[in-house]
């Protein structure tokens, strides 16, 4: 989206204007109406509250009064909850351009600011309604921005742009991971990451079955041999001018499970339905590959994701196949649905093996049980390193995409033990009880001493409930956390 910075609102832009509880507008006539909206009961400045004014002052389509509350009780997820309403509001005018005011008080939340309107302007059935619905969504979302109050305040400006970057990049992750498996299949994915290789100049490497054969990687191909599309092991490697490839990498692996049907051990209705999301931790990531040369981040970085749907038929794997991994080690199937652990595994492995890094961080929809005990607005974070959760932590709460800390315990590493080989992939009657922690934990077989972090995704991917600045469906999570852990890192 086009971003102009400017000293007033043009003639024909339809003006946001941020107002404060208890603080006069400096603009008089403005600060008339506002008055007269108080006495009326129609407007109390609360946060997030807004009121459309047709034919404002200054310009010729209107003015969003964006309620604020009190300076002092702003933070970034009321800001982007407030200026993801006036984006969602906006939009319903169809306006020819947005013009919003950032006032001193604000210029620290610039970023913030161009992310929340960005983001609530993501319209998820665009791409398949049709006729008039399809020219309504198209007219809903905003063509250009112009930006006042900013001043000579470079530093904000920047700001600005850096937020419309990531949040566009963010939008489209959500739109890949709400792209339904007839679309986004591996091919689609095998297409979009020579994209994003030639986009970023990185190495692109794509291992297919027979090279994954070679590579040993039977539970991988274990799980895609219920699906006529061949599994892709995707691998992009970053590394801009004046970083060395002798720099141990930061390697970022996400589950890319096109759909989980769960397998033989088949999920029933209710819990089927979300499951082309199963690969928002790969979206996630590949995304974020897309920030790095934006964000100017100077490090090796790859990425790594496996690609395969999860599906039955005649040559599907079945509970009770013992399978060899790339590591050497074997695996017991003992539920045909815990399939992400076992394509992360064999992901890991190869990455610990190929590139030695500096550290690793995997993001998955990986188990029910994380979504239950955290729901959307957390994600689980384990790991083996203190400052790799600590950097991941802050980056989240810095964010808003956060995270919490989750134990594994030996006890529970003990019980992903199969009976006749090395690893079960399910514990067999209590799988329920600390479900991420074991998912976890069994990882965390395949990582040897390499610093790791494990991120379950599964509540925040996607949601019912959407916060301000969020429709319902994919909501991107993760994209504007590592850009942030990343930026931290520089
Ligand atoms: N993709 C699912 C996890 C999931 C569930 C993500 C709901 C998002 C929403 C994963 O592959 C899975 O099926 N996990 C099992 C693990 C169990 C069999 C040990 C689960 O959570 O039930
Ligand atoms: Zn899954
Ligand atoms: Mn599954």
Not at 57 to 84: C, H, R, T, W, Y
Not at 180 to 191: H, K, L, Q, V
Not at 307 to 321: C, D, H, M, R, V
Not at 436 to 464: C, L, Q, Y
Request: overall charge positive; hydrophobic content about 40%; some cysteine.
């Amino acid at each position: 989206m086009e971003v102009l910075f400017a000293n007033k609102p043009s003639e024909n832009s339809l003006l946001v204007y941020p107002v404060f509880a208890k603080k006069k507008v400096a603009d008089l006539a403005l600060n008339k109406l506002v008055a007269r909206l108080a006495a009326a009961k129609e407007f109390a400045c609360k946060i997030g509250q807004t009121f459309f004014v047709l034919n404002g002052e200054g310009s010729s389509q209107g003015i969003i009064l964006l309620g604020l509350g009190e300076a002092k009780e702003l933070d970034v997820p009321n800001i982007m909850d407030a200026f993801g309403t006036a984006g969602k509001s906006a939009g319903n005018h169809h306006p020819a351009k947005l013009s919003i005011f950032i006032p001193e008080e604000l210029h620290k939340y610039a970023q913030e600011i161009a992310e929340a309107i960005v983001l609530s302007n993501y319209q998820p059935a665009a791409p398949y309604k049709t006729g008039e619905s399809q020219t309504e969504l198209r007219e809903n979302s905003i063509k250009s921005m112009e930006v006042t109050g900013l001043g000579k305040n470079e530093a904000a400006q920047n700001a600005f742009r850096k937020g419309i970057q990531i949040a566009e990049i963010v939008n489209e992750a959500r739109m890949w991971v709400n792209t339904p498996p007839n679309i986004a299949n591996t091919d689609f994915f095998r297409r979009k990451s020579k994209e994003i290789a030639r986009e970023i100049h990185a190495k692109l490497k794509i291992l297919r079955r027979r090279k994954l054969r070679k590579l040993n990687m039977w539970t991988f191909l274990g799980v895609n041999r219920g699906s006529p599309d061949e599994a892709h092991l995707i691998t992009l490697d970053y590394c801009p001018k004046g970083v060395s490839r002798d720099e141990a990498p930061t390697v970022l692996v996400g589950k890319g499970v096109i759909f989980d049907a769960g397998g033989y051990n088949l999920k029933p209705r209710g819990s089927i339905e979300d499951m082309h999301l199963d690969k928002a931790g790969a979206v996630a990531v590949l995304s974020l590959m897309r920030l790095l040369p934006k964000l100017g981040i100077k490090k090796h970085i790859v990425c790594v994701t496996p690609f395969t749907e999860n599906l039955i038929g005649q040559n599907a794997y079945k509970p009770s196949e013992i399978l060899k991994t790339h590591l050497g080690k074997t695996v017991e199937i003992t539920n045909t649905d815990a399939e992400g652990r076992l394509i992360l595994g064999e992901a890991i492995s190869y990455a610990v093996e190929k590139f030695k890094p500096a550290a690793i961080v995997d993001l998955a929809t990986l188990t029910g049980a994380c979504m239950i005990a955290l729901g959307d607005r957390y994600a689980g974070l384990f790991g083996n390193d203190k400052a790799l959760i600590e950097n991941l932590r802050s980056a989240g709460d810095e964010t808003d995409e956060l995270l919490w800390q989750l134990p594994i315990h030996k006890d529970y590493a003990d019980k992903m033990k199969g009976q006749f080989a090395d690893l079960r992939n399910s514990e067999t009657g209590s799988e329920r009880f600390a479900g991420a922690s074991k998912g976890a934990a069994f990882i965390r077989e395949f990582v040897g001493k390499t610093k790791w972090a494990h991120i379950d995704i599964a509540g925040p991917a996607f949601t019912t409930d959407p916060k301000k600045y969020e429709q319902k469906g994919a909501t991107g999570f993760g994209v504007r956390l590592l850009a942030r852990f990343m930026e931290n890192l520089k």
